[in-house]
C-alpha cells in the first residue's frame, strides 16, 4: 500500500525557515518523480516545486523559486521542502504527491499526503 | 488567476448529470492532456480521472473525462450527496516548466 506522510509543518515568524518531509513506501521511491502542492485557507490548489525520479531534475514556482529548495534522499525514502524567507502569504497545507507513471507522462498525481499546516505569523 | 479555467461553482439535484468545464492552451492541456481530483471536506485531493477517460481503481464509471483541443470537461451521472466536494483539473504546462490547476469547482448536490 502506498503511503505518503508529511510532517515538519508548524507556526514560524516571517522570515523564518522550515523543512518539511514527506515520508513515502509502497513502491520504488527513487523511480518516481514527486511533487509539492499547497493549499491556503479556503483556497485552491497551487504547485509549489517538482522533482524526478532518477537525475532529480527539480522545477519551482515562481512564486517560491529562490526561497524553497526541493530535494529527495531516496535511500530514506524521503522528499523534502526547506522553505526559507517564509511570508504570511506562504501560509497554507502543504501536501506532497507521486506522480502516476515513471516518465510523469501522462502527467497524473496518483496518491496525495495527508497535508502539513504551515503558519507564517508574527 | 490560474491557469486552466474552471468556473467556480456547479449544482444538481440528486440522480442527474453535471458537467465541470476546463479549458487551458495548447501548452498544456492541448499538449499533455488533463487529469482530474476530487476534494472531499477537510481532506487531500485524490485522482479521479487521467489521459484518455482512465480511473484509478475505485473509481465508478459514473465519472468520465471527455478532451477537445485544449479543453476538457469532466462528467458525473448518477449524482450522490457524497459527490459534493470541490474538483480541480490539473496538468503539466510545456512551455511553463510547470504543474497547472484549474481554480476548482465546488459542487453542490441539492
Known amino acids: 500500500e502506498v503511503q505518503l506522510l508529511e510532517s515538519g509543518g508548524g507556526l514560524v515568524q516571517p522570515g523564518g525557515s522550515l523543512r518539511l518531509s514527506c515520508a513515502a513506501s509502497?513502491?520504488?521511491?527513487?523511480?518516481?518523480?514527486m511533487i509539492w502542492v499547497r493549499q491556503a485557507p479556503g483556497g485552491g490548489l497551487e504547485w509549489v516545486s517538482a522533482?524526478?525520479?532518477?537525475?532529480?531534475?527539480?522545477y519551482y514556482a515562481d512564486s517560491v523559486q529562490g526561497r524553497f529548495t526541493i530535494s529527495r534522499d531516496d535511500s530514506k525514502n524521503t522528499l523534502y521542502l526547506q522553505m526559507n524567507s517564509l511570508r504570511a502569504e506562504d501560509s497554507a497545507i502543504y501536501y506532497c504527491?507521486?506522480?502516476?507513471?515513471?516518465?510523469?507522462?501522462?502527467?497524473?498525481?496518483?496518491?496525495w499526503g495527508q497535508g502539513t499546516l504551515v503558519s507564517v505569523s508574527s | 488567476q490560474s491557469v486552466l479555467t474552471q468556473p467556480p461553482s456547479v449544482s444538481a439535484a440528486p440522480g442527474q448529470k453535471v458537467s465541470i468545464s476546463c479549458s487551458g492552451s495548447?501548452?498544456?492541456?492541448?499538449?499533455?492532456?488533463v487529469s482530474w481530483y476530487q476534494q472531499l471536506p477537510g481532506t487531500a485531493p485524490k485522482l479521479l480521472l487521467f489521459e484518455n477517460n482512465k480511473r484509478p481503481s475505485g473509481i465508478p464509471d459514473r465519472f468520465s473525462v471527455s478532451k477537445s483541443g485544449a479543453s476538457a470537461t469532466l462528467g458525473i451521472t448518477g449524482l450522490q450527496t457524497g459527490d459534493e466536494a470541490d474538483y480541480y483539473c490539473g496538468t503539466w504546462d510545456s512551455s511553463l516548466s510547470a504543474w497547472v490547476f484549474g481554480g476548482g469547482t465546488k459542487l453542490t448536490v441539492l
Open positions: 509502497g513502491f520504488t521511491f527513487s523511480s518516481y518523480g
Open positions: 504527491a507521486k506522480d502516476l507513471a515513471v516518465t510523469g507522462t501522462p502527467p497524473a498525481l496518483d496518491y
Open positions: 522533482i524526478t525520479g532518477g537525475r532529480s531534475i527539480t
Open positions: 495548447s501548452s498544456n492541456i492541448g499538449k499533455n492532456g
